[in-house]
C-alpha cells in the first residue's frame, strides 16, 4: 500500500465523516493522477457510492478496471462487484468470479470477505452452466 494510501486510511477510519468530504475527492485524485493504484480503486468506490461525487457507475467501471489491471486487489473486487451485479456493465458471473478470486489471492488479510463474494458468485456461474 503506498504512503497516500496507508494515511488516508488511517485518517479516514479515525474520522469516518472526512471520508464523504470533497477534500477526500480531490486528495485521491491527486493521488490517482500520480499513478497511486488505490487511489483510484477508492475513486472508483466514490463514484460508485455516489461518495464525494455524483453516482456515475460507468466511471466507477473504468477506474475499477485501471485499478485491476495494475494488480491491484480493491480494484479487483469493485469491478468483480460490478461484473456480479451489472452495474455499469453487462452482467457476467465468470468474470466476476475470476476477479474476487484474483482479489482474494492478493490480500489474505480481507480474504474472509472475498471468499463470501466468491462463493456466492460461484454459485451463479454453477447455475448457468
Not at 19 to 27: I, L, P, S
Not at 39 to 60: F, I, K, R, S
Not at 81 to 108: C, D, I, P
Request: glycine fraction near 10%.
Amino acid at each position: 500500500m503506498g504512503s497516500f494510501s496507508h494515511n488516508l486510511l488511517i485518517h479516514a477510519l479515525q474520522h469516518p465523516c472526512w471520508v464523504g468530504n470533497t477534500a477526500c475527492f480531490v486528495a485521491c485524485r491527486q493521488a490517482a493522477d500520480g499513478g497511486d493504484a488505490d487511489a483510484v480503486a477508492h475513486l472508483g468506490h466514490m463514484y460508485a457510492n455516489g461518495v464525494g461525487v455524483d453516482q456515475n457507475n460507468e466511471t466507477a467501471s473504468q477506474l475499477f478496471q485501471a485499478a485491476a489491471d495494475a494488480g491491484n486487489p480493491n480494484g479487483q473486487f469493485g469491478l468483480g462487484y460490478m461484473h456480479l451485479t451489472g452495474h455499469g456493465m453487462e452482467q457476467n458471473h465468470r468474470a466476476a468470479f475470476k476477479l474476487f478470486q484474483r482479489a482474494s489471492e492478493a490480500v489474505s488479510m480481507s480474504r474472509h470477505v472475498n471468499v463470501c463474494a466468491l462463493k456466492h458468485a460461484s454459485s451463479m456461474v454453477e447455475a448457468t452452466i
